[in-house]
Each structure stands twice: as C-alpha cells, then as structure tokens.
DNA sequence: CCGAATCCAATTGGATACTG
DNA sequence: CAGTATCCAATTGGATTCGG
C-alpha cells in the first residue's frame, strides 16, 4: 500500500482497503483515549516493566477500571506487553513495545504543532465566549 | 514557551503551564474526537464554505446532533467559522480557517506512520486472540 | 433550512466488594 | 497484588419534535 500524494489534503485515507482503514482508525482511537498518552508516558519513563500498582500511582486520577482497560486496549495494539508471573501474590508487569515507544514521535509532533499555536487557539476561544 | 528536548520521550509536556496543558489537551481532544477529521476532510475537499445540509450528507453515518456539537467545537477551537446569513429559510455556511487547513500536514503524519504500521499492529491483534 | 429541545436507549466510569 | 464482578450515577448518542 502507498499513500498518494496530491495537492489535496486528507487524501492519505484514499488508499486503503476498508478494513485497513477500520484497524488504522482502532490505532488511532487507542492511542488518543482518554489516558493512554499518560499511562505511555509513565511507561516510557519507567526505561522498564512496571507492575500494576505503580502506574496506578503514577497516572494521577484514573481508576483502577480504567487503568485496566487502557492497558488492555493499548496491549491488544501491540503498544505494550503484560507479563503475569504466578506468583502470590501475583505480580504483572508492563513495559513498552519498540512500537510503543517508537510512537513517541509522531505523537509529540502533533502535540508540538498545537503547542506552538496556543496562542491562536486562546484567542480563537476567547472571541468565541463574547459573541 | 519553549518545549525542552532531551533524551527522554514524551517530555514535551514538561515546559507548560497547567492551564496550556488543558488547552492543548482540550484541543487534541476536539481533533480526535469521533467525527472531527471526517468533517475536516469534507470541508477541506469542498475549498470553500459548505452549508449545513451538504456536510451532513457527505460525513457518512452522523446525525444532525453530533454533526452541531462537532462543528460547535471545531468552531470554538479556531478551526472552522460559521457564518449565518439571517434569512428565510436561514442559510449556514462552515469553512476552514488558515488553522484548521494547516491542521492537515501534523494529522496526515501520525495517520501516514500508523499506516505504515498497520501490519505490526495486525500481527499484534491476531496473537492477543490466540491466548 | 438550521438547529434547539426533548425523550429514551446504550455506553461509560467510579466505588465497592470479592477472589486466586 | 491484580484484577473481576456488581451496582449505580452520569454521560453520550440517536430519533423525533418543534421553532425562528
């Protein structure tokens, strides 16, 4: 598969199948949740596996329901892996892909572009409270 | 605001305040919200203003409701203006400001590198099903 | 025509209790 | 310890109706 390039923008989308389309919109939806770039980034700076409990404390304000499905959502992408060992207690640990942590650039781009034009977005919401 | 770069991944957080910190994430979050780059996409296909009833019928599957609330945010994040034309029957017109055109480039950079990872994350799908 | 308002079904998310 | 199960509150989303 090759992505065209054309003056027109969005045209990426173009040259998929549908369900390379469906999978690539999962990945993005996953990644973009509500706290998976917090649960990644505390594992990126883990630089190793990390067990339950101590995410838990590191993403400030989840849920343990919700830190467990972020895990298994971002596990499912092959973003991180989960290693039980059977132990008891038990212990699980989860630590980035090379995927997981390759992510990181497209990621902070995107965030670097909206950083760079706070300012824009500001302005854009403050005009939009008077009217 | 400078964004510090170092060795670390995801540090591009680390130099802003806690109020531009909610920013971008509010933006990040109308971006990837679940018909936001659909609607970009139509408007930015149309190269020019596009009324109501036409982006409702191009963005496949959405309803009036969330087609209102999308544009809403779009519009207050500096994205898109809405332009009313006071007659009758009332004429709305949406189109894309320099922003939300620019937003392009960034969003076809992360979609580009997730395209061009589908099939790790397929592979990464197919083995979770199997355990 | 545009969209606000209303109603209702379905999903989400937190808190708590329980288990291997 | 690391969840799963359960209950419940809150949010979301579609369908429909109504109004400027």
């Known amino acids: 598969m090759v992505t065209k390039h054309t003056s027109e923008p ?11 389309d469906r999978l690539a919109r999962e990945v993005l939806e996953s990644i973009t949740a509500r ?3 917090s649960v ?3 594992l990126a700076e883990a630089h190793g ?7 838990l404390e590191r993403v400030e304000g989840i849920s343990q329901k919700a830190l467990t499905h ?3 959502t971002l596990e499912r ?7 039980l060992y059977p132990q008891v207690p038990p212990r699980v640990e989860y630590e980035l892909t090379t995927l997981g942590r390759d992510l990181s650039v ?3 781009s995107l965030w670097r572009w909206i ?3 706070l300012e824009e977005f500001a302005a854009a919401q403050a005009l939009q409270r008077q009217s």
């Open 10 to 20: 969005f045209t990426f989308c173009d040259a998929m199948t549908q369900g390379q």
């Open 35 to 37: 706290w998976s770039l």
């Open 40 to 42: 990644l980034r505390v």
């Open 49 to 55: 596996p990390l067990r339950f409990s101590r995410v």
């Open 70 to 72: 972020t895990l298994r």
């Open 77 to 83: 992408d092959g973003l991180l892996t989960r290693t």
């Open 106 to 108: 497209p990621v902070a």
């Open 115 to 117: 950083a760079g034009r």
